[in-house]
């Protein structure tokens, strides 16, 4: 199927809004074709599970990327609620004839994110590398079990930055503008492939 001829809703967080880096630079600028970027900083999966209905189907895409999770589990959430709210939100797409694409968000930089003055204001710092992997785990198996595509920039990322993580984030969390480009040329390569362009 050519994907670059068919509409893509992207929901997620600031790191699919592009928090941080300027007009043109988040990734999901770079995807090729029709897409609608339904990413809100801050919004935890809970926050995208309410805004499912206006953000998503109301636009009856052909398929949806969904990605979230660090803000439920830094801000003290447990796995198995970011899961549970994921769960219904890929069974709803899936229900409505619309191509699931789970992701896995990219991992953070624990020594950079820790020396930002707001994580001592984030409860679930604590152990936030364990939960991030349970969760990474759980969507990738998920995607497994329902023939799904999995947007998995949690394993890709690291690939492209042999000259240092950090040099590829603001702030530890958010990736800066060689962040994003990583990640548009991780995306490209799993939503678009060369067969489609």
Known sequence: MDWSRKTTVFLGDSITEGYGVA???CWVDAMPGHWINRGISGDTTA???RRFDAHVL?????RVVIMGGINDLSEGGSPAETEE???SMYERARMNGIVLVPAVCVMPDYDELLGNDWAAYLPGLRGLPDKLEQLAQWIREYAAQNGCICLDFAQQFPRFTPDGYCRYFSDGVHPNARGH???????RHVLYPRTDL
């Open 23 to 25: 007009q043109g630079e």
């Open 47 to 49: 926050g995208m599970r």
């Open 58 to 62: 109301r636009h009856a895409p052909d």
């Open 85 to 87: 709210n994921l769960f």
């Open 181 to 187: 480009a990583v990640m548009a040329e991780i995306a």
